[in-house]
């Protein structure tokens, strides 16, 4: 018995001194892997490695700036391009204003313009569409960059506000005479060619009749005259314009050398570039 005692008190001894000696090396090998773990995470973190990581964020920095240098460049690009064709279309659509002023004054005024009796002998013509060919505020909204597209955007909109007025005058005066003057001479024997006297014509149309006619022509050529004017100057102003902005002296001139009395000069543009204009 006392040896079996002393044996388990020896193996024992000894279990607690291994177990002692593993517990005593246990924090030398939690530091030699914590050791290598650091050295690990380190090591990707040196200075080539530095560099290449820089180099890529900046190449990718730089990539995005160009891409979007690029795509700006094009927006702007595009938005020019729109504005030249909205430039070109201004110019166009007064051109086509004009011209109907020339057509009406041409088949119809011009022939009978310092007869003592045009309210009475000036025919009608059928309705004519005053919004036909009138730009709208947003197909002019392009001008409302800088002043001087202010000042032709407002010049512009009351040169078509004039064409539209006078187009409605000339509508309402063919309507009267087609509708009322015409028919009372007819009925009155009062045929074309037939020499009469104001006093006949008053006598065939009633006084309001007669005194309405001659006011509607009166105003009609009057409208007629004011609004090719204001569409004249309105064109020659934005082709300046047009010519300054743009740097390009490309842009269609309309000449109207002739405008069968609606103004006085026998022609309100030139063709050709004009003075100061950039080549």
Known sequence: MPITIAASASAAAATNAAQSGATDSAPSIASGVWTADWATLIKPFTADALANGFTTLVAAFVGAMLAYYFQRRHQETQELRNELVAAHRLLFALAHQMNMLVLIQRDYVSPYLHHPGRAFVMQASGPINSLRNILELPDLAFLLKGMEGHLVLQETYMAQQNYGQALDQWNARSALYAEKVRPALIASGISDGVTVSEAD?????????????????DSSVDYLRRAFERLSGAMKNARVHFVKRFERNDFMVYDFSNTYGLVESPSIATSGPEKGAAK
């Open 201 to 217: 014509m008053r006598r065939a149309l009633g006084e309001h009749l007669f005194r309405s006619i001659v006011s509607e022509t």
